[in-house]
């Protein structure tokens, strides 16, 4: 049967472990892998820019002796045209896996349903899952091991957060999440990841107050404004501006490395000397996108 990547959710600690020990073999060793892909092809759908995605997905494929098509949806949604259902049915007929970045994750859903070939979730509203492989792996090489770490994430509960929650639960990763009232994460996400984590004994807490972040190993940042939302920058820089990730607020929390998804923006919700400064680890997460990708390709298609 097929496997989709829509959520980490239903995975276990053991394949998600050996997923990031796969990524890792994969990076020490293109060359054994530059043809595990051969004669297979990906279709890309994205209805939301991309940078890291994209590429790191169009070259990780190309490296693994594979084949991405692009598909630019971002002019209009996919129901303009067609059924998201048929869509996808469509692109089975000739693709061997659909990498889908979407504004909602019903199209996933619906995608997952009707194509016969698996579906990997490049971003939608609640989940950002390749990222979050990325980031647990530049955790993994940063430390030597993911034992003890407390990762906090300081900005607006959004997609990120939420694969951060669900996955550090599942990897025993202690995840706290600080966001300004009325900023939180999907409260039923939030109550899954500590339903997870009282099988793999990871702490994962919330709170509105930045002191909450203190203790943690690395803060990690995103984006205040998600893709698609309109509300104007000005109307809520005034209530992040404490959640600002800057000098200060490592010094705060004693946090000796920093994090972020990117794109990042620059003095806004982290500062521009944290993201060129030694404790930054945002390039590393950048280049493990695509091996981490990688690996969740080769595990869902051979
Ligand atoms: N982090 C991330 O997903 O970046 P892009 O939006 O550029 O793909
Ligand atoms: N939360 C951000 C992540 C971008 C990679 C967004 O959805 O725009």
């Not at 997952?112 to 579906?119: D, E, I, L, T, W």
């Not at 809520?236 to 794109?263: N, S, W």
């Amino acid at each position: 049967m097929k496997q989709d990547l829509l959520t980490f959710k239903d995975w276990s600690s053991e394949a998600l472990t050996d997923l990031l020990a796969l990524a890792a073999k994969i990076k020490a060793a293109p060359e054994q892998h530059n043809q595990v892909l051969a004669g297979k092809s990906i279709a890309a759908l994205f209805e939301k820019p991309s940078l890291r995605t994209r590429v790191s997905f169009d070259i990780g494929i190309n490296k693994l002796g594979g084949h991405m098509v692009y598909l630019d949806s971002q002019a209009g949604k996919l129901a303009g045209r067609e059924d998201a259902k048929d869509t996808a049915a469509n692109l089975a007929c000739w693709a061997d896996a659909i990498v889908a970045r979407v504004y909602s994750h019903d199209t996933l859903v619906q995608f997952s349903q009707a194509a016969k070939v698996p579906v990997i979730n490049a971003l939608c509203d609640l989940y950002h899952p390749c990222q979050a492989v990325a980031d647990y792996l530049t955790l993994q090489e940063t430390y030597g091991s993911l034992d003890k770490l407390t990762l906090a994430y300081v900005g607006d509960g959004n997609n990120v957060t939420h694969s951060l929650l669900i996955v550090g639960a599942i990897l025993g990763v202690n995840v706290v999440s600080v966001t300004p009232e009325g900023y939180e994460v999907d409260q039923s996400i939030f109550e899954l990841s500590q339903k997870i984590a009282q099988k793999t004994g990871a702490k994962i807490t919330q709170s509105s107050d930045v002191n909450a972040a203190k203790g943690a190993n690395v803060l990690y940042a995103d984006t205040w404004l998600s893709m698609g939302d309109e509300t104007p920058l000005e109307d809520i820089k005034r209530i992040f501006d404490p959640y600002k990730v800057d000098e200060a607020m490592m010094a705060l929390t004693g946090a000796e490395y920093v994090m972020h998804c990117q794109p990042a923006h620059r003095d806004l919700e982290i500062s521009g000397d944290l993201i060129d400064s030694d404790k930054s680890l945002l390039m590393q997460q950048a280049e493990n996108r695509m091996h981490g990708q990688n690996a969740i390709l080769v595990t869902l298609l051979t």
